[in-house]
């Protein structure tokens, strides 16, 4: 059944000082991510036309080279990142969206860094291993390989999110067991996240895979009323009920083998992917 949503007038709701307050943090923003992503394409390109020379300096062995290069590589792209996340964190501090320190922004930022270099460490690790075994066709190897990586940080993902505990308000738990059932399907956990030291932003997330899925709900969104922090709560369940997760995680096994295929023919060039000068490119 097609279900029609009723249009809303802004103006009605917001005065014109508000919605213009709010469309030029959201211009700057847009702004500031397309310069981002300028400066890390041409930190990418950089690192792919000279980055090979840093391999000839090492002698922690091919692999082991290899995943020195993956890692100078991921410090290079963070610290050409930093300078635009600390903008947008300036524009957030100023608009009243956020309250973190930037030291303890960029200090609380090496937990995710962590399981992101971890994941890239990995990732070279299978890809060098299997190339100096198969040659050049790794890729029929390593893109099932990525696809059960991308399987076991989806499953963890809920883990390495830090300061968080159980939902313990009986009134939200109540509704999310209402939702539960109206969509049939089992009961799912509910974490709180601990950021409000840090911003007034409310926020909500769906994650994990199978026995480990479950909702995370930043403490502010519980400064808001009942009814507005249950339907986030039914839109996260929705994530769950309707498979979103691992319909994600399908779409991207339907793109990971083409695209370590797309890898090992650009890497023949240098080698493929057993040299380490590949790595880089």
Avoid at 49 to 60: H, I, L, N
Avoid at 82 to 107: C, H, K, M, N, T
Avoid at 118 to 128: Q, S, T
Avoid at 251 to 263: E, H, K, M, R, V
Wanted: glycine letters at 8%; one cysteine or more.
């Amino acid at each position: 059944m097609k279900t029609t949503i009723p249009a809303v007038d802004l103006h009605a709701v917001f005065s014109d000082a508000e919605l213009s307050r709010a469309a030029r943090f959201a211009r700057f923003e847009r702004v500031l991510w397309v310069l981002s992503q300028v400066a890390l394409v041409g930190v990418l390109a950089a690192y792919a036309a000279r980055g090979a020379r840093f391999a000839r300096e090492s002698a922690a062995g091919p692999i082991g080279t290899g995943m020195l290069l993956g890692m100078l590589g991921f410090a290079l792209v963070w610290l050409a990142q930093v300078p635009f996340q600390l903008v947008s964190l300036w524009w957030e501090r100023r608009y009243g969206i956020s309250e973190a320190g930037y030291f303890d922004w960029l200090v609380e930022g090496w937990f995710a860094l962590g399981a992101e270099f971890l994941f890239l460490c990995l990732a070279l690790l299978i890809v060098m291993a299997l190339a100096r075994v198969m040659g050049d066709r790794w890729w029929l190897a390593g893109g099932p390989a990525f696809v059960a990586l991308a399987a076991l940080f989806l499953l963890i993902s809920p883990y390495l999110l830090p300061e968080t505990h159980r939902l313990d308000d009986p009134a939200l738990l109540a509704d999310a067991r209402k939702y539960e059932r109206a969509e049939r399907i089992g009961p799912i956990r509910i974490d709180v996240q601990v950021v409000s030291d840090g911003t007034d932003s409310a926020n909500a997330m769906a994650r994990g895979l199978g026995p480990t899925r479950r909702i995370v709900v930043w403490d502010t969104l519980l400064e808001f009323p009942r009814a507005e922090a249950s339907f986030v709560l039914a839109h996260e369940i929705a994530h769950h009920s309707r498979d979103h997760l691992p319909k994600g995680l399908a779409w991207y096994a339907l793109f990971a083998l083409p695209g370590a295929w797309a890898i090992a023919r650009a890497t023949r060039r240098r080698g493929g992917m057993r040299d380490p000068l590949a790595v880089p490119l």
